[in-house]
């Protein structure tokens, strides 16, 4: 009978697969290598299960942040919720969840409440500079965002509930995946990707609209074909923009999923370059997110893809891969639908799954000169 992979076990793979097939590279590279820990997080209170994963975030203290989906659990991991209860575990988990780096829970909140309109498909969460709390969703009348406070008070919603009119809209979303705050600006970027084919700025403070653009610096344009182009140049307009960071520098970095490829632009918009990541995929695009390596320079990008279960290491300047890690699997250190990735202050990864239902970190452990395959 196979058994289990042991935690040091695991580690040994990661370590191993990080420069495996596909790193497209003959000279000696240095890359990061991770380690899973399979006991983070600690156990739920209150006999709480989590739902889909859509979005997680590391804040100023290392707090690690999660949005997960309480309506995607199955009848049978909601027993308690019954009349009577059929059995003894468990009920939903709030939506927003917060936890210390350990692991263990601080609180949770968030669902509908006075004044805004919580979606109806939780999607995207980031925390920002100041502490707030930014929250999006991908349902069909999903067209806005919302700011809250750390503890979850109410602060700003940009954009009307199933209101749009297409990706030049200036006033509404419709489907956004993500967003991040650009504290130098206090700007708010937004992938307005599932039903729009854009990146639009807002400030942080006020909502106002500031600018937007598509894929190349190119003017959305939600008519254009969506085909999917595995090889030459890549299509003109966006085909489900899904994830999105601003690096300290001030570049936007934005992974447009279908496409299979991680854009780059200065924050005016301007198209700087672009990389691809394993054109083959047919299925729902390889590059779900985007995040960026915690060293003072900001080396390397880490693409989670939720259709081949990896996560894609790229050279931030070149956006060229550099390796990869992770296949698809329930255990410790694989993953079933990577949807987002966050990386805290230590170079850690906290990498979401959709249908894996969780949130698994993996301890940086420094870097490793290693020989790609060419």
Known sequence: MTRPLSPAAIAMTLALLVAGPGAGQAQETELPVFEVDPAWPMPLPNDWAFGEFSGVSVDSRDHVWILQRPGTLADDEIFLTTDPPTADCCRPAPPVMEFDPDGRFIQAWGGPGAGYDWPDSEHGIHVDATGAVWVGGNGPED???LKFTRTGDFVLQIGRKGTT?????TENLNRPSNVHVDPRTDEVFVADGYANRRIVVFDASTGA????????????????????VSEGPGPPQFNLLHGLTVARDGTVYVADRVNNRVQAFRSDGSFLGEGFIDRRTL??????????????????????????????????????????????????GQFYRAEA?????MGNLYIAETEGKRVQRFLFTGTSASQPTP
């Open 165 to 169: 009119a297409g990706s030049n809209d």
């Open 143 to 145: 067209t806005y965002i």
């Open 341 to 345: 990735v966050a990386v805290d202050s």
């Open 283 to 332: 299925a729902s695009g390889s590059a779900f997110d985007v995040g960026l390596s915690a060293d003072p320079e900001q080396r390397f990008l880490y693409v989670p893809d939720g259709a081949n279960n990896h996560l894609w290491i790229l050279d931030r300047d070149s956006l060229r891969i550099l390796g990869r890690f992770g296949r698809q699997g329930r255990y410790a």
């Open 209 to 228: 609209y500031k600018r937007h653009w598509g894929a190349y610096g190119n003017r959305p344009d939600d008519q254009a074909p969506r085909p999917i």
